[in-house]
């Protein structure tokens, strides 16, 4: 057969257009070498001006935009991207609305133009969700489960950790969260867009992890002291949970994208699974191998603030700001228990070492230690942190408890809003109380402006038990010895 | 490594005791605060800017369970609460100290996050640079002393505009407790009454739209102040009528109307007066007799002593006992559960009764409800305690609530959960008030029926909702709570009905003036409130001074209002008062109270009715339901009342009573028992023809009788035209006077 012109010519001709149309296509879609997919700029679009009422929580219209199936699926009013055609989908069509009352998002201004240029480039570039286009790819994310098994060798210490410059802040950040190592001296606490790692002993300062995605919420430490989870995030902008390599300070998983910063998340026993939560009112949970999504818990109506999974790894207890807490099967996601005392938000989770009691706390005021397997109360502590009245002050005074934490005899430790920090026996008495006032005081910190309130945030016990420890929300750390440690008078 | 661990914590403990404290590592040192301008106030500063940009509004995280897992105050009632939510509640979140420009609040505000109230300012605001100083200094809590908001100071409170499009800007200053005044024209919040007459945009600008009056305001902290406003009409083609003024009244309002351009109506004919005042003052129309003996008087003062006659008839009394038995809620029950039997209502209605009667001074009347203890049977004025709140128990705050409502035309229940929005009382003045009743029980008496009342001194007052602060007996206004010693409502009826109380003396005028009105100068008259100001002010301050000046002398301030020209104006209007609404520039169209409409087709027809447990001849005015059962839910006794919107008792508000024409009114007229059962049962027309007048004079009779009225030429002709041949046939007649009764001229005062 005869080609009509050489083929060389015609090779030529098409490199011709190519070389036109280039600069044109990347004027319009930057490089055009890398497709627009849906994972990364799409959702973070999404993420940042839309989930707030298409999310997880709220589907107006019956929308979501938290993820790809969702927006490929649409909405109650039908289909919003039509792959291949920006002008006909029902997206565009409405961010780009010259009416604002029609505009979305509303009551805002319009999103900016580069947005809404690469939102059509996905769309006219067939809604890819990924670079490798055909479906859904298993994530490896190479993290590989130890399990309970005992390591071998000295308990995990940070040794070299990666370099990196934390940011300036006008002030230390809020503990917001703090884990202290099951087996060794090590403790982690939460700084902005940084963990920081000191020795429970003398209290020296080991490292600190970067943790650019915003505020760490929440850090456990696995069973085995090898893992450090951290989650966390920037307030209604994104959340995630991070796993780190305890000794190399390497993240060893990311999971999750939220769209809200992750209040509360655990690592199970088994280090295989890692459930999460926050303002989206469902808990995820995820496996560490391959990072897919295995359950959507959502029984909650609230806030989830804090989840815990049990040490035995059988089950799984969550809890939200309206005061409900329920018990899942943590290999299942089915639902055991729902636990219900509270009347407040309930801020900490702790299960005891033997699986079988769960004390949970919360902004009424209330401890309550939960014999699991009946789903009662073992025994509860009404005011456990009652603030002293300033005269003159009439009327409720904020006293809740912001964190329990079981130590590993069965002993209880709390922190609350009258600036204290308690020890608890097993069977409910208060044992010890400290108070962060006087332990600053001993610090000889100069006082900051006046009205400033200063509280305790979260309390942990060292590896051994015989330091309690507990972070403010000026950003400091107060150590306490127990009082088996109390020297004989 | 473990014991080495041990042994080094042991060190430790016994180096420093029981705190051993580490410095955290990231910094040696606190940062010294930043220094310069000085640090926002929360109170002063912080929450206004949350004020302003609507964040505490009802709609937004003001609302009881706040919006998206936030909530303050509505309006920033309770600051301390504020403080901990915004700072406390999620350290770090909300307010993030240490990057400031990170916090949420902030990032909300300006969208940069997504925010379901949207975007409230930019990031180069002063509200902004506010919220950010205040977060850079650590965001501090007030020392407990600092100044508060006493007032608000306009640059002028009243505006003037010749044409639509002009405008000028209010400023608004702020007093605190320290005397100190600062500037919050871009802090307050602004709103029109009346858009179509004026608009404020959010900076204060006042632009005028449309001629009429209206009221603009700012609102700051808790308080809101007005402005009037009023946009003049074009000049051209206006000429003061320059009417005489009979009295005070007359004057204020023609000053008002000369102002706006608008020219009063004519004064009313003698027919039409007749029928009027007759209607207002007596209950029904005019006989026949009193229509010719007034007609035929030559005098030039018949109108004045018309109104006198009236006011001396029994009926005068009657009616206003009906009005005061409606609002006091006046209800009885056989079996009632609680102190409400008839025997106890039958004792308030008539004590009522006496008091109109006699004439005896208003303020003395409400007085001798306010502090009256003892039995609920013997002592009818005690019922203010059992009736104008029906309950098995009493009920302090909805007692006060109600109490409010009718002595002072005030609803300071809104501050029973927050500051008033758009008034000026606050929730300490509520639960002050509320302690007026916190006392008052109710306990057996010597038979079944009876229930004493009695104030127990052992009760402490109301706490305040927000902080659960005791709460003394305080007067609305006052600033020193009551001697609590004993009874405190003998200090409450004091400062109630003293002459200084403008609030009592302004509402019982007011609802004087609308009852003869047909419109109060303050709308409705049970809502006062510095958002709902009187159209006309001074007026309603003379009416209440001359109630004042007479002894709180009803039938004096009635005299008043019934002689001045204003309320002598024809209903018909003229190009100039034809919008007019609200300033009494022509009379208003009034449908007839219900139970006036009843006991005026009785009289007119001459056949009374009957009501249930009442004696034959009572007339529907002094009627009030006698129930079976329990006498807290609406009760409107017969169904007459409630197709005619008799007040049900339901509440104590004003609206119980309803005026509008409905579908069921008119088909009830046209066809129900009341009229069609009347018009010849009472025998009029047969005797009307046995007397053997002409068609012509029993036409014209019955026209006297049902309207007040001759026939005009027209009507005379037409209706002997119906009549014809059949001029001895009664039931030709009784078509013509059930077409009277059916006329809407039959059952509005006009």
Same mark, same amino acid.
């Given at each position: ?204 300062? =080991?490292? +600190?992890? &970067?943790?650019?995605? /915003?505020?760490? @919420? ?6 085995? !002291?090898? %893992? #450090? ?85 059988? =089950?799984? +207890?969550? &809890?939200?700001?309206? /005061?409900?807490? @329920? ?6 996601? !089915?639902? %055991? #228990? ?152 | ?750």
């Amino acid at each position: 057969m005869k080609l009509p012109m050489p083929a060389a010519l015609v090779r030529n001709l098409w490199m011709i257009l190519l070389i036109w149309l280039a600069p044109c296509a990347c004027r319009l879609y930057g490089d055009d070498t890398k497709p627009v997919t849906f994972d990364g700029p799409v959702a973070a679009i999404f993420k940042r001006h839309c989930v707030q009422c298409h999310g997880d929580s709220k589907q107006e219209a019956g929308l979501s935009l938290a993820g790809y199936d969702e927006v490929v699926k649409g909405g109650s009013g039908g289909v919003v991207v039509v792959s291949g055609r920006s002008s006909a989908s029902r997206l565009i069509e409405v961010i780009t609305a010259e009416e604002p009352t029609e505009r979305m998002p509303p009551k805002n201004d319009p999103l900016p133009d580069e947005a809404v240029t690469l939102l059509k480039a996905w769309i006219d570039r067939g809604i890819r969700q990924n670079s490798e286009s055909a479906g859904v790819a298993v994530k490896a994310l190479g993290f590989r489960p130890s399990g309970m098994s005992k390591l071998e060798g000295p308990p995990p210490m940070p040794q070299t950790l990666p370099a990196f410059e934390k940011p300036k802040t006008v002030r230390p950040f809020p503990v917001l969260a703090l884990a202290a190592s099951p087996v060794a001296p090590l403790v982690a606490f939460s700084a902005y867009e940084a963990i920081n790692l000191v020795d429970s002993g003398s209290g020296q300062e =080991l490292g +600190a992890l &970067a943790f650019p995605e /915003g505020e760490p @919420h929440v850090l456990k430490f696995s069973p085995s !002291g090898a %893992v #450090l989870l951290a989650a966390g995030g920037r307030p209604v902008q994104s959340g995630l949970a991070v796993l780190f390599d305890v000794k190399t300070g390497k993240r060893l998983a990311e999971l999750g994208n939220e769209a809200d910063a992750v209040l509360a998340a655990d690592l199970s026993a088994d280090e295989r699974r890692v459930a999460l939560g926050g303002s989206g009112r469902v808990v995820k949970v995820f496996s560490t191998e391959d990072g897919s999504l295995l359950h959507t818990l959502s029984k909650h109506t609230d806030w989830i603030t804090a989840l815990a999974y049990s040490p035995d790894g059988k =089950l799984l +207890a969550t &809890a939200d700001r309206s /005061g409900s807490i @329920h018990l899942w099967d943590a290999a299942t996601g !089915g639902v %055991v #228990l729902p636990l219900a005392q509270h009347k407040g938000a309930i801020r900490a989770l702790s299960w005891r070492a033997d699986s079988q009691v769960l004390a949970s706390s919360g902004d009424d005021g209330l401890i309550v230690w939960w014999y699991v397997s009946r789903g009662w109360p073992l025994t509860s502590k009404a005011n456990a942190h009652p603030p002293a009245r300033p005269p003159g002050v009439y009327g409720k005074l904020a006293a809740g408890v912001v964190d329990a934490t079981f130590g590993h005899q069965g002993e209880l430790g709390t922190c609350g809003r009258d600036g204290k920090a308690r020890l608890w026996a097993d069977d409910g008495q208060e044992q010890q109380a400290f108070s962060i006032a006087e332990s600053a005081v001993a610090q000889a910190k100069p006082a900051r402006s006046t009205g400033v309130p200063m509280l305790p945030t979260r309390v942990v016990f060292s590896f051994d038990g015989r330091v309690l420890i507990a972070g403010d929300s000026w950003g400091r750390l107060h150590f306490w010895p127990t009082a088996k440690d109390k020297p004989p008078e | 490594m473990l014991a080495r661990v041990i042994e080094k914590l042991v060190q430790l403990a016994l180096l420093i005791g029981i705190g051993i404290s580490v410095p955290t590592g990231l910094r040696a040192e606190d940062p010294s605060e930043p220094e310069g301008s000085p640090v926002p106030s929360f109170r002063r500063d912080v929450m206004p800017v949350l004020f302003r940009a609507g964040c505490n509004a009802g709609t937004c995280h003001g609302s009881a369970r706040g919006k998206d897992g936030f909530a303050l105050s509505l309006f920033g009632y309770d600051a301390r609460g504020d403080y901990e939510r915004m700072v406390n509640e999620m350290v770090g979140r909300r307010v993030n100290t240490a990057v400031p420009e990170q916090s949420l609040l902030l990032l909300k505000a300006t969208g940069a996050v997504s925010h379901t109230g949207g975007k409230l300012f930019a990031s180069d605001s002063e509200y902004y640079a506010t919220l950010l100083q205040w977060i850079e200094a650590g965001a501090p809590d007030d020392a407990a002393d600092i100044p508060e908001t006493s007032g608000l100071q306009l640059s002028t409170n009243r505006l003037l505009f010749q044409e639509a499009g002009a405008s000028t800007t209010l400023e608004v200053r702020a007093v605190a407790s320290d005397a100190s005044t600062r500037d919050v024209g871009k802090l307050a919040r602004y709103f029109s009454n009346n858009e179509s007459v004026a608009k404020i945009s959010a900076d204060g600008q006042v632009t005028a739209v449309g001629p009429g009056d209206t009221h603009v305001f700012a609102r700051f902290s808790r308080f809101t102040v007005g402005v009037e406003v009023i946009v003049l009409p074009a000049e051209a083609g206006f000429d003061w009528p320059n009417p005489p003024a009979f009295n005070f009244i007359d004057e204020l309002v023609f000053e008002r109307l000369k102002n706006l351009r608008i020219a009063p109506s004519d004064l009313c004919d003698d027919e039409t007066f007749l029928r009027r005042v007759t209607l207002d003052l007596a209950a029904r129309p005019p006989t026949v007799n009193e229509y010719q003996a007034f007609m035929a008087d030559p005098a030039s003062d018949k109108r004045d002593r018309k109104i006198d006659e009236l006011l001396a008839d029994d009926a005068f009394a009657d009616l206003w006992t009906a009005i005061w038995a409606e609002q006091l809620r006046v209800i009885g029950g056989n079996y009632a559960p609680d102190a409400t039997y008839v025997k106890a209502a039958d004792a308030f209605y008539q004590w009522i009764r006496k008091q109109m009667r006699t004439g005896r001074p208003l303020n003395e009347f409400v007085a001798e409800m306010v502090d009256a203890s003892g039995s609920n049977l013997t002592n009818g004025p005690a019922n203010l305690y059992t009736m104008l709140v029906h309950k098995p128990q009493f009920e302090p705050k909805a007692f006060a609530a109600d109490f409010s409502q009718v002595f002072l035309g005030v609803q300071i229940q809104c501050s029973e959960c927050h500051n008033h929005p758009f008034d000026r009382w606050s929730q300490d003045d509520y639960y002050s008030f509320v302690s007026f009743f916190t006392g008052i029980k109710r306990k057996p008496g010597v038979e079944p029926r009876e229930r004493r009342i009695y104030w127990d001194a052992t009760v402490p007052p109301a706490n305040h909702v927000v902080d659960g602060r005791p709460m003394p007996a305080r007067v609305l206004g006052g600033v020193k709570p009551v001697d609590m010693a004993g009874d405190p409502r003998s200090a409450l009826a004091a400062w109630l009905t003293a002459p200084e109380n403008d609030l009592f003396s302004r509402n019982l005028a007011n609802r004087i003036w609308a009852q003869l009105l047909g419109r109060g100068i303050i709308e409705p008259v049970d809502d006062v409130r510095a958002s709902n100001p009187p159209v006309n002010g001074p007026l309603l301050n003379a009416l209440a001074n001359h109630l004042v000046q007479s002894q709180f002398d009803l039938r004096s301030l009635v005299r008043e209002i019934c002689q001045s020209r204003v309320y002598q104006l024809s209903a018909k209007p003229n190009t100039s008062n034809v919008r007019d609404t609200r300033q009494f520039s022509h009379a208003h169209l009034r449908r007839l109270r219900a139970d006036v409409l009843l006991d005026s087709v009785a009289a007119v027809t001459g056949v009374p009715r009957r009501f249930n447990g009442f004696p034959e001849g009572t007339r529907a005015i002094d009627y009030y339901p006698r129930e079976s059962g329990d006498t807290e839910g609406p009760h409107f006794g017969d169904p007459f009342f409630s197709t005619f919107g008799r007040s049900s008792r339901a509440t104590v508000c004003a609206c119980e009573t309803k005026r509008e024409p409905t579908l069921s009114q008119a088909l009830h007229m046209a066809v129900g028992d009341t009229v069609k059962d009347r018009l010849g049962a009472g025998g009029e027309v047969k005797k009307l023809l046995e007397m053997k007048r002409t068609p012509r004079q029993v036409v014209e009779e019955l026209f006297i009788r049902a309207l007040g009225r001759k026939p005009t030429s027209e009507e005379g002709t037409a209706m002997l035209e119906l009549v014809g041949a059949a001029a001895a046939d009664e039931s030709v007649y009784e078509d013509i006077f059930w077409s009277l009764l059916n006329s809407t001229e039959f059952s509005f005062n006009h």
